[in-house]
């Protein structure tokens, strides 16, 4: 049974703030495990709601630091450790506002320093070479050919492509509405290759048989398409052209903002491109492309070389 506050806070954050199934659930199991920490150290059994919901008001900045420290004792990243951590920061955000707690206790603890990885991206040749491998008319063949062009054409996160439906596809305009993280629309441009790739697939699938006539990727059964399968189907093509075979649906996303950046785009016009919130979070790009802007500083600036 899920705790009294938990249920309050994730029903909060699921209508209120519109954060996706996926985050509810992922909010869900870091205050479960939360909870079995301040129950005698991961065990509940005798321990009643009221007693648990009791431990959780009285929790202090002691008790987070010594939770803290039993996560870096079981290996945890420091990543899943930062993001334990904002899920009790906005947990206990909402009870001090709803007056469950006098004082919220996170706010004198400090986010772990994190390891700033540079995004794993394709160069575009290889873009080319996974696109190419992507060959056949039947109606299976000509889906995966579209599924990965509209991924790196559009930049899309794999949850968005799967969820995409018929209606949110504008071929006139050349975009696609795209609902991401948090429930916020985006409109993402098709470039011609994608929008031929579409045209091909979507006209092969008016003859096949029982199909979702919502969604837009459908599997041989005409069900909608799960991500697991399309990281199969990846996978797939990451063989045949001979590539990394740890390359993933993101990677193609992490491609699409590298290349547009190294060909001069706006750094605010990739982040809404992305769907980024904040432009923090689009700026790891940058690192990426200094390669690129150290060759335009010295092809253009007189005193270079």
């Known amino acids: 049974m899920v705790n009294p506050l938990f249920q309050k806070f994730l029903r909060y954050i699921e209508h209120e703030r519109n954060f996706s199934v996926h985050t509810v659930r992922c909010y869900a199991a870091d205050l479960a495990q939360f909870a079995e ?23 202090a900045p002691l008790d ?28 206990y955000k909402f009870l001090a506002r709803s007056g469950e707690v006098a004082r919220n206790p996170v706010k004198l603890i400090r986010t772990p320093r994190q390891e700033r990885r540079l995004p794993k991206f394709l160069q575009p040749g290889e873009v080319e070479r996974l696109l190419a491998a992507t060959k056949g008319d039947d109606l299976l063949a000509l889906r995966d050919a579209a599924i990965l062009e509209v991924l790196y054409s559009t930049g899309m996160r794999v ?3 799967v969820a995409m439906d018929l209606e949110h596809v504008d071929p006139i305009g050349e975009v696609v509405r795209v609902r991401g993280k948090g429930k916020r629309e985006r409109l993402a441009p098709l470039g011609s290759y994608a929008l031929r790739a579409l045209d091909r697939y979507l006209a092969a699938r008016a003859d096949a048989g029982p199909i979702d006539k919502k969604a837009v990727f459908v599997n041989r059964h005409g069900s909608r398409l799960s991500t697991r399968s399309v990281r199969r189907k990846l ?41 980024h919130r904040s432009l923090s979070t689009t700026q790891i790009y940058t690192h990426v492309t200094a390669g690129r802007l150290k060759e335009i500083y010295e092809s ?6």
């Open 159 to 161: 949850s968005e492509l």
């Open 235 to 275: 996978a797939k093509y990451l063989a045949i052209a001979g590539l990394d075979p740890k390359v993933s649906p993101h990677t193609l996303r992490h491609s699409f903002a590298t290349h547009m950046l190294e060909r001069g785009a706006d750094l605010r016009a990739v982040q809404e491109l992305l769907g």
């Open 37 to 59: 920490f301040l129950c005698n150290g991961g065990s509940e059994d005798g321990v009643d709601e009221r007693e648990v919901s009791g431990r959780i008001r009285k929790v």
């Open 64 to 91: 987070l630091r010594r939770y803290l420290a039993d996560l870096k004792r079981a290996d945890y990243s420091r990543a899943t450790v930062a993001r334990k951590l904002a899920t009790l920061r906005s947990f």
């Open 300 to 305: 253009a600036h007189p005193r270079a070389n």
